[in-house]
Nanobody, 115 residues
Framework: QVQLVESGGGLVQAGGSLRLSCAAS????????MGWYRQGPGKQRELVAD???????NYADSVKGRFTISRDNGKNTVYLQMNSLKPEDTAVYYC?????????WGQGTQVTVSS
């Protein structure tokens, strides 16, 4: 079991930046991957970015070049740096920890981008 707590969401104008943090209640070192998902109004939850235990990263096409995922194993924390934000990035952002067949989720943090 692990508890995930997201922070850093808020309201920002288009073109602005936000940095999301996901603090885990215990070590994230042994998880297969840590990631960020989002769910916009009326949409399904989708992968934004993830980072594997070996450090490889994966991004949705819609955020490539704008978002950067990183992890600090010593602080049990995963970050999502979001730059050049667009109104279509508006969503609830969820932190995910994956251990092959088991997924853990945070409660989500709202990101709203105004035009």
């Amino acid at each position: 079991q692990v508890q995930l707590v997201e922070s850093g969401g808020g309201l920002v104008q288009a073109g602005g930046s936000l940095r999301l943090s996901c603090a885990a209640s215990r070590s994230i070192f042994n998880f297969n991957s840590m990631g960020w998902y989002r769910q916009g109004p009326g949409k399904q939850r989708e992968l934004v970015a993830d980072i594997r235990s070996g450090g490889n990263t994966n991004y949705a096409d819609s955020v490539k070049g704008r978002f950067t995922i990183s992890r600090d194993n010593g602080k049990n924390t995963v970050y999502l740096q979001m730059n050049s934000l667009k109104p279509e990035d508006t969503a609830v952002y969820y932190c995910n920890a994956n251990r092959i067949t088991v997924n853990y989720w945070g409660q989500g943090t709202q990101v709203t981008v105004s035009s």
